[in-house]
């Protein structure tokens, strides 16, 4: 069985001043911003044994009217799958829980669900970033003269290049540059495997302009190989980085433990 190792990041903790009793998610975004990568404005998190906070920050993004995300941070992770609530209003809320099962529950219960994780779990509430007009998008980091870029309009990360209708872009980079002819090249082969719709050189420029300096991914790359960086790009332009992965960060459990 894969799982995730929590104590990825144990050797970057001082260094970096990494709360290390903290779930690994929260330690990867704390990570990210002492590295200068622009996170989410809007995120506000706490304990999920904080009920008080917890249903005041509820109350809150419900009044807002727009969809928003509870994001659930376990410590220690069950499986590989987060459990994430998304709330569409009051009265419909889509719970996923850490196998992956989904169902629409109420905000009621979905507070009764939350208050019944561990004391160490985490939740952070956000407006849900993900419409018809924002990018998901990933770049895998190889090294400072190499790296790869994919894209898709009105998609998740989890669903990242699925739809060959949408707007898309997979191609290599640079020092974090895209050139004119790659960008042609990248988007003659993306239409041979049946990419139609291709995203813009403009908004790969734009994407690619508003990454953080270079040594902020080699800061990644020495912690370990291939940082892979998630993130979202808005309507309005702003890059929101999500959430960075390594290949060594998943190791196998093994069995009786």
Same mark, same amino acid.
């Given at each position: 069985?894969?799982?995730?190792?929590?104590?990825?990041?144990?050797?970057?903790?001082?260094?970096?001043?990494?709360?290390?009793?903290?779930?690994?998610?929260?330690?990867?975004?704390?990570?990210?911003?002492?590295?200068?990568?622009?996170?989410?404005?809007?995120?506000?998190?706490?304990?999920?044994? $904080?009920?008080?906070?917890?249903?005041?920050?509820? +109350?809150?993004?419900?009044?807002?009217?727009?969809?928003? &995300?509870? =994001?659930? #941070?376990?410590?220690?992770?069950?499986?590989?799958?987060?459990?994430?609530?998304?709330?569409?209003?009051?009265?419909?809320?889509?719970?996923?829980?850490?196998?992956?099962?989904?169902?629409?529950?109420?905000?009621?219960?979905?507070?009764?669900?939350?208050?019944?994780?561990?004391?160490?779990?985490?939740?952070?509430?956000?407006?849900?970033?993900?419409?018809?007009?924002?990018?998901?998008?990933?770049?895998?980091?190889?090294?400072?003269?190499?790296?790869?870029?994919?894209?898709?309009?009105?998609?998740?990360?989890?669903?990242?290049?699925?739809?060959?209708?949408?707007?898309?872009?997979?191609?290599?980079?640079?020092?974090? $540059?895209?050139?004119?002819?790659?960008?042609?090249? +990248?988007?003659?082969?993306?239409?041979?495997?049946?990419? &139609?719709? =291709?995203? #813009?050189?403009?908004?790969?420029?734009?994407?690619?302009?508003?990454?953080?300096?270079?040594?902020?991914?080699?800061?990644?790359?020495?912690?370990?190989?291939?940082?892979?960086?998630?993130?979202?790009?808005?309507?309005?332009?702003?890059?929101?980085?999500?959430?960075?992965?390594?290949?060594?960060?998943?190791?196998?459990?093994?069995?009786?433990?």
């Amino acid at each position: 069985m894969i799982v995730m190792n929590e104590c990825f990041l144990a050797n970057a903790g001082s260094k970096y001043d990494i709360d290390l009793s903290l779930p690994l998610r929260l330690q990867k975004r704390a990570l990210l911003k002492a590295l200068g990568f622009p996170g989410d404005p809007k995120l506000k998190g706490c304990r999920s044994s $904080e009920a008080k906070k917890v249903k005041q920050f509820l +109350d809150e993004y419900c009044s807002e009217g727009c969809p928003f &995300l509870i =994001i659930v #941070s376990e410590k220690p992770m069950h499986t590989l799958v987060p459990p994430l609530f998304v709330v569409n209003s009051s009265d419909s809320v889509q719970w996923r829980d850490d196998q992956g099962v989904k169902q629409v529950i109420s905000t009621d219960k979905a507070l009764a669900v939350i208050g019944q994780y561990p004391q160490t779990t985490w939740v952070e509430f956000t407006p849900r970033p993900w419409n018809e007009r924002a990018i998901a998008g990933r770049l895998i980091y190889t090294s400072m003269d190499n790296q790869v870029l994919e894209i898709q309009q009105c998609t998740v990360p989890a669903k990242l290049i699925n739809d060959r209708q949408l707007p898309t872009y997979v191609g290599e980079l640079s020092f974090l $540059e895209v050139t004119r002819r790659g960008y042609l090249d +990248d988007s003659r082969r993306l239409r041979e495997i049946g990419y &139609l719709n =291709i995203c #813009s050189f403009g908004v790969i420029r734009s994407i690619c302009r508003a990454m953080p300096p270079m040594g902020s991914f080699e800061e990644l790359r020495l912690i370990s190989r291939l940082p892979t960086l998630e993130f979202a790009f808005t309507e309005t332009g702003r890059l929101m980085a999500i959430d960075i992965d390594w290949p060594a960060q998943y190791v196998e459990k093994k069995r009786g433990r």
